[in-house]
């Protein structure tokens, strides 16, 4: 499971980096910011176990107005990938259920 985290997050950043380096003269993809309007919305992995793909819970939750931030093309249906950075700078990256969710402009 933490093997799968690493590297969604390693994907992420490739793809952040790459968006730049490939669009130099272009604005990067756009940002998107989310707000919280649930009491808590929990965090979750993505995991892959025999072709199929599920969505595990974790113990870490955002609660109501705490504010989100993704790149716009990162989700699905039900999920969006999202980073959040706390008051002491520590980020955590994950999948949130989207219907938790509320896009800010």
Do not use: H
């Not at 649930?38 to 993505?46: G, P, R, S, T």
């Not at 870490?60 to 504010?67: A, E, I, K, R």
């Amino acid at each position: 499971m933490k093997k799968t985290i690493i590297l969604l997050s390693l994907l992420f950043t490739i793809c952040i980096s790459m968006n730049a380096q490939r669009r130099p003269n272009r604005t990067p993809l756009p940002e998107c910011q989310f707000e919280v309007k649930a009491e808590k919305a929990y965090f979750y992995n993505i995991v892959n176990k025999g072709g199929r793909t599920s969505y595990v819970k974790r113990k870490g939750y955002l609660v109501q107005y705490d504010t989100v931030w993704t790149i716009c093309k990162y989700s699905d249906k039900e999920y969006v990938y999202v980073e959040f950075r706390n008051q002491r700078g520590k980020v955590t990256k994950g999948f949130i259920k989207r219907y938790l969710l509320e896009a800010l402009d």
